[in-house]
């Protein structure tokens, strides 16, 4: 089956360049497991109902190429300024889910809030997996995949997070090492990956079976 790419995006635990080791802060128990967030990381605000576009050019009559929903996340492309548009409003420079500008709303004002870290503690939230000797550990970031219907990427790891794309069988893909499966309420583990996209995608329930093989 071959999925669909390119619908409401977010960005970024993880994003395109984000940093992904897991932090583990000095507070007191229960344990919590937070994931860093990149700076250039920004969540689109929850006032906007229709989401943010991502424009060619800085200018509300330019083509919008994608379309980032209330709350998701996005990235800044690095050193962007502050560009005023004929509107007057202030857009910015993005470089994920795709490249181009989105406004940022009139000077003094922000359509976009800096990314929370993901939280693995909480009912019904992730945990992450223990690592273990099992599966490729290797410095060769390439994997192919073998599920027979493609694997959906998501942005997040989670069935309920945005779809980003997806994957066919026998795609070749990149996960970002050093392999950390996160572990999701229902045991279904899940992969990060940098190509090719960033996100997420299952790589099944920890029973032996994988979704992922090595690059032929």
Request: proline share 9%; charged share 20%; glycine share 8%.
């Amino acid at each position: 089956m071959k999925l669909a790419a390119s619908v409401s995006v977010v960005f970024l635990a993880l994003g395109a360049a984000s940093s992904n080791s897991l932090a583990v802060p000095s507070s007191p128990s229960p344990l919590r497991f937070a994931q860093e967030v990149d700076p250039l990381c920004r969540q689109v605000s929850p006032n906007l109902d229709r989401g943010l576009a991502i424009r060619l050019d800085p200018s509300p009559n330019s083509r919008a190429i994608a379309n980032v929903a209330p709350n998701e996340r996005l990235q800044l492309a690095a050193n962007a300024e502050a560009i005023r548009g004929p509107e007057g409003n202030t857009w910015l420079a993005v470089s994920f889910p795709a490249e181009g500008y989105v406004d940022n709303g009139p000077p003094g004002t922000s359509h976009l809030n800096r990314c929370q870290a993901f939280l693995w503690d909480a009912p019904g939230s992730p945990d992450v997996a223990p690592m273990t000797d099992s599966g490729p550990r290797d410095g060769n970031s390439c994997r192919r995949v073998i599920h027979d219907e493609g694997l959906t990427v998501r942005q997040a790891p989670s069935v309920d997070a945005s779809i980003l794309g997806g994957v066919e069988m026998n795609q070749e893909i990149r996960v970002r090492l050093p392999i950390r499966p996160i572990v999701a309420s229902d045991d279904r583990q899940w992969i990060e990956i940098t190509a090719p996209f960033n996100g997420y995608v299952s790589n099944g329930f920890g029973d032996g079976v994988s979704n992922l093989g090595a690059c032929l």
